[in-house]
């Protein structure tokens, strides 16, 4: 008898963890074409539309979701990808419903996909949805890009949030002072690290030839 409570009590828990790992789905949908370069579709991934971010400073960040990276990164305006780091992102549980002939999200707390723009900076903040009972910042290096307070924050990156941006103290740091109102930010699904990947890959094959062409031999990998 213990052993089959053991056995539902387990099931219980497994059925939980399969639900708060459902994801609703968006109104718009982002593939990333190259470090620079996002296509854009609709709801059922139709009607696609190009946004390019050549010759612009942007961040993106690819959620924490299965299938996506779990990072953010910045790219400069040459498309060099001069940071990274971890994150954590908006929970699951969400869904779309029509409402007066337009999908609205509803529930959940994931964060949204689209292209946005940094809409306010601030060093130090508190959420005004969610504050921290002890009355500590609880979003400082605080990011917001869109109207209801999403935002790119610091952040425990172990935590899932209510929809916001969790980064770690060292990433959030660099990425705030360099960082403007008014700069892009990709927030998307899917992969974006096989373009820091190359740019890796890239710059090793640059110091190879480098050291072919000054004659210098010492191992730097």
């Known amino acids: ?30 593939k990333a074409l190259s470090a620079t370069k996002f296509e854009l579709t609709d709801v059922n991934h139709e009607n696609p539309h190009i ?22 990164y910045a790219v400069d305006r040459d498309g060099t990808i001069w ?12 869904k779309l419903e029509k409402k007066n002939g337009k999908l609205v999200p509803v529930g ?11 809409l306010a900076k601030r060093r130090f ?6 504050p921290d009972p002890s009355g500590i ?15 790119l924050h610091l952040g425990n990156t172990a935590a899932m949030s209510h929809g916001c941006i969790h980064v770690g103290r060292q990433d959030i740091a660099a990425v705030f002072k360099w960082a403007h109102v008014g700069m ?5 699904r899917g ?16 110091m190879k030839e480098y050291d072919a062409e000054t004659g210098s031999s010492k191992e730097r990998y």
Do not use: C
């Open 125 to 130: 903040h508190m959420s005004k949805t969610h």
């Open 137 to 151: 910042d609880n979003m400082d290096f605080e990011l917001q890009f869109t109207p209801d307070g999403q935002a």
């Open 1 to 30: 008898m213990k052993k089959i409570v053991s056995f539902v009590a387990v099931l219980l828990i497994f059925s939980g963890l399969v639900q708060a790992t459902e994801y609703r789905k968006h109104r718009v949908n982002i």
């Open 184 to 188: 892009p930010v990709v927030i998307m």
């Open 83 to 94: 940071w990274h780091g971890q994150i954590s992102s908006g929970a699951g549980g969400g």
């Open 108 to 118: 959940g707390h994931e964060t949204s996909n689209n292209v946005f723009k940094i």
């Open 51 to 72: 946004r390019d971010l050549t010759g612009k400073d942007f961040i993106v960040v690819s959620v924490r979701e299965p299938g996506s990276d779990g990072q953010m």
């Open 191 to 206: 992969h974006y690290k096989q373009f820091l990947k190359q740019e890796v890959e890239q710059f090793k094959e640059d």
